[in-house]
C-alpha cells in the first residue's frame, strides 16, 4: 500500500526542491543586483549631489560680489552669509566621501583655492573704509573671478569623475542583471523538463492502470451493474477497485428498491388520477393527448380513441383547445379569471359549468413534456352563486319600496307637515333621515352589482375620450376636495388613445376611486390623477397619501362588503366590488399598490381604442 505514495512523495519533494533551486538563485541574483545599485548610490551618487550644491553656492557667492559692484552692500552681505555655511557643508561631505582616483586631488585644490577666494571676497565685502567703485571692479575681475572660475572648474571635476563612475557601475549592473536573467532561465528550463520527465515517469509506473479502471468505471455509471472490475493489486488502486465493486453491489441493490418504489407510485398516482372527481386531460409538448382520466372519458369519449390525437380532435370546446395552446406555447399557467376562466359543456341532458385551468409539465432540467388541463366542476357552486344573487336583487327590490317611502314620510316631517317639531323630535327624525339614506344607497348599490353581474346591464360601448372621462369627474367631487382643503392635481399623457367604454359607468369608477381618496386622505392632503398608455393599454392612476391600506387587504378589498379595519367608514364595502365588476366587463383590471401611512395607488387598465 506505499507504493503509490512513495513515488507521489518523492516526485512533489522533487519538484519542491527544484523551485527552491530557482526561487534561491532568483533571491541571490537580486540581492548582489541590489548592492550594486546601493553601491552607485553610496559611493558616488551623494559626490554627485556635493559637487552640485558646492557649484550652485558658488554662483550665490559670485552673485554677493556683483551685488556689492552694484551698490547693494547689505544684501551682498546677507547673499555671503547664506551660501558660505552651505558652500562648506557641501565641500566637507565632498572631502570625507572620496571614492575615485584622482578625486582626492581635486578636492585638495578646491580646499586650498577656496580660502584664496573666501579671503579675497571678505575682503572686498568687509573693507574699511569700503573700497571704492572703479578699485572694486578691478579687485573683481583680476582677483575674484579668476579663482571663482578656478574652484567652479575643480567642482565640475569632482562631478564628472562621479557621474562617470555611475555611468560605469551602471553598465556593470545592467551586465550583470543580463548574466542573471540569462542563468536563471537556464535554471527554469532545466527545471521544468525534470518536472516534465518525472510527471511522465510518474503516470507510467503509477497512473497507467487507471485507464482500465476508468473504463470500467464508465460501464458501472452507464447502468450496468452487473460489470465487475477486474484488477488485482495490493496498493491503493487496487483498494479502489474493491470500492467500486462493492458499490455496484449496493447500487444494484438500491436500484431493486427503487424500481418497486416506483412501481408503486406510478400505481398510486394512476390510481389517484384515475378516481378524480374533476375530469383531467394529458397532453404532450406537441398538443397530443396523452391520457384522460375516468372523469375525463365521460365528457370526451374512452381514452383509447383519444391517444395521440391532437387536442383540438378530441376536444371541441374552443376555450379548452387554446388554453393547452397558451399553457406549451408560453410555458406557463394558463387561468383567466371572471367569465372567461368558466366553459359550459352538455354532458347527456345536463349543462355541467367547469373552471378551466393548464399548467405545462417539465422534468428535472426544466425541459417541457407537455400539459396538464384540470376542469373543475363549479356547477352547484355557480348554481348556488345564481340563487343567492337572484335573492339579493329581489330583496333589494322589494326593500327600495319602503324605503323609498320612509324616507318621504321623514322629508314631511322634517318640514312639520306634520305639525310643529321640538328640537328633539328634530333630531331624531334627522338621525332616521341619515340612516335611511344610507340604507337606500345600500340597495341602490346592490341592485348595480347583481345586475352587472348578471348581465342585465351590459356597457354601451362607444369611443370616449380620457381626458373628458377625467374632466368630468374632477368636477363632480372637487367640491368635497375642497371642503377638506384637498389639492387635486391631473396629468394626462399627450396624444394619449381613446378607449371604448360604457360613459356613465367608467365614471362612475372614476368618480368612487376619487371620493375614496378623498374620504381616506386628511385634510390638506394631495390627490393626483393620472393617464397614460401602456403596452396598448390606457391606465388611469388615482393617487393620494392617506392613511394606506395594509398588504394582507390588497386583494380582498375588492370583494364585496369588505372594508379594512381602522379606516374612514363612508359605505357599505360595494364600491370597489362594483368598480372591478365594471372594469372586468370593459376588458380591464383594477388593482392597488398601498402602504399604511404612505397612501395608496388605484389602476385602471382597459384596452386602448384601435
Do not use: W
Not at 99 to 120: S, V
Not at 123 to 137: F, G, I
Not at 162 to 168: C, E, H, K, L, Y
Request: overall charge neutral; proline content about 3%.
Amino acid at each position: 500500500m506505499r507504493n503509490i505514495k512513495l513515488q507521489l512523495l518523492f516526485s512533489h519533494l522533487s519538484l519542491a526542491f527544484m523551485m527552491v533551486v530557482v526561487m534561491a538563485g532568483a533571491v541571490y541574483n537580486f540581492i548582489h543586483l541590489g548592492r550594486s545599485v546601493d553601491k552607485i548610490l553610496k559611493d558616488n551618487y551623494k559626490s554627485v549631489i556635493a559637487a552640485q550644491n558646492m557649484k550652485e553656492a558658488l554662483e550665490r557667492l559670485d552673485s554677493a560680489a556683483t551685488f556689492l559692484l552694484a551698490g547693494q552692500i547689505q544684501k551682498a552681505r546677507d547673499q555671503y552669509k547664506t551660501n558660505e555655511p552651505r558652500f562648506m557643508d557641501a565641500y566637507g561631505f565632498e572631502s570625507h566621501n572620496i571614492t575615485e582616483k584622482g578625486e582626492q586631488l581635486l578636492a585638495d585644490e578646491i580646499g586650498n583655492e577656496y580660502a584664496i577666494y573666501k579671503a579675497a571676497l571678505e575682503r572686498l565685502l568687509y573693507s574699511n573704509p569700503q573700497m571704492p567703485s572703479e578699485e572694486a571692479r578691478k579687485f573683481y575681475f583680476n582677483k575674484l573671478e579668476p579663482s571663482f572660475i578656478r574652484l567652479k572648474e575643480r567642482a565640475q571635476g569632482v562631478l564628472d569623475i562621479n557621474q562617470a563612475a555611475i555611468v560605469r557601475a551602471d553598465r556593470s549592473a545592467i551586465a550583470e542583471a543580463r548574466r542573471a536573467s540569462i542563468s536563471g532561465v537556464g535554471v527554469t528550463i532545466s527545471a521544468f523538463l525534470l518536472a516534465i520527465f518525472f510527471a511522465f515517469r510518474m503516470v507510467k509506473s503509477s497512473l497507467l492502470p487507471l485507464r482500465s479502471l476508468a473504463m470500467q468505471a464508465e460501464e458501472i455509471g452507464a447502468g450496468h451493474l452487473n460489470q465487475r472490475i477486474e484488477l488485482h493489486r495490493s496498493d491503493e488502486i487496487g483498494a479502489l477497485a474493491a470500492s467500486f465493486n462493492s458499490m455496484a453491489e449496493k447500487l444494484r441493490e438500491a436500484r431493486k428498491i427503487e424500481a418497486q418504489r416506483l412501481q408503486r407510485a406510478e400505481r398510486m398516482s394512476d390510481a389517484a388520477l384515475e378516481n378524480l372527481y374533476d375530469p383531467v386531460i394529458v397532453t404532450d409538448a406537441k398538443g397530443n393527448v396523452v391520457h384522460l382520466n375516468r372523469a375525463a372519458e365521460g365528457l370526451f369519449g374512452p381514452e383509447e380513441r383519444a391517444v395521440n390525437r391532437s387536442i383540438n380532435v378530441v376536444v371541441h370546446d374552443s376555450r379548452i383547445v387554446q388554453a393547452v395552446e397558451r399553457a406549451i406555447r408560453q410555458e406557463r399557467i394558463s387561468a383567466l379569471e371572471g367569465e372567461e376562466g368558466f366553459v359550459s359543456i352538455l354532458t347527456g341532458n345536463d349543462q355541467r359549468v367547469y373552471r378551466l385551468r393548464a399548467a405545462p409539465m417539465r422534468d428535472e432540467e426544466g425541459a417541457l413534456l407537455g400539459a396538464t388541463t384540470v376542469l373543475e366542476d363549479m356547477t352547484h357552486q355557480r348554481e348556488l352563486d345564481r340563487l343567492k344573487t337572484e335573492f339579493i336583487g329581489v330583496a333589494s327590490h322589494e326593500l327600495r319600496t319602503p324605503v323609498t317611502s320612509l324616507l318621504l314620510s321623514v322629508q314631511l316631517l322634517t318640514e312639520e307637515a306634520a305639525g310643529k317639531l321640538t328640537p328633539e323630535q328634530q333630531q331624531l327624525i334627522e338621525s332616521q333621515k341619515q340612516d335611511l339614506q344610507r340604507l337606500d344607497r345600500l340597495m341602490r348599490d346592490l341592485l348595480d352589482i347583481t345586475r352587472l353581474e348578471a348581465g342585465v346591464i351590459p356597457p354601451r360601448f362607444e369611443i370616449l375620450s380620457v381626458k373628458e372621462l377625467i374632466d368630468t369627474a374632477v368636477k363632480s367631487v372637487s367640491a368635497s376636495a375642497q371642503e377638506k382643503n384637498q389639492g387635486l392635481s391631473v396629468r394626462i399623457e399627450e396624444n394619449l388613445p381613446a378607449v371604448r367604454a360604457d360613459r356613465g359607468q367608467m365614471s362612475r369608477v372614476i368618480i368612487n376611486l376619487l371620493n375614496n381618496a378623498i374620504r381616506h386622505t386628511p385634510e390638506q392632503g394631495e390627490i393626483k390623477i393620472e393617464a397614460d398608455v401602456k403596452e396598448q393599454e390606457v391606465q388611469i392612476k388615482i393617487i393620494d397619501n392617506g392613511v394606506g391600506i395594509p398588504s394582507e387587504y390588497h386583494k380582498s378589498i375588492f370583494d364585496r362588503f369588505v372594508q379594512v379595519p381602522g379606516a374612514t367608514r363612508g359605505g357599505a364595502g360595494l364600491g370597489l366590488a362594483i368598480a372591478q365588476t365594471i372594469v372586468h366587463a370593459h376588458g380591464g383590471e383594477i388593482k392597488v399598490d398601498s402602504e399604511p401611512g404612505k397612501g395608496s395607488t388605484f389602476t385602471v387598465s382597459v384596452p386602448a381604442s384601435k
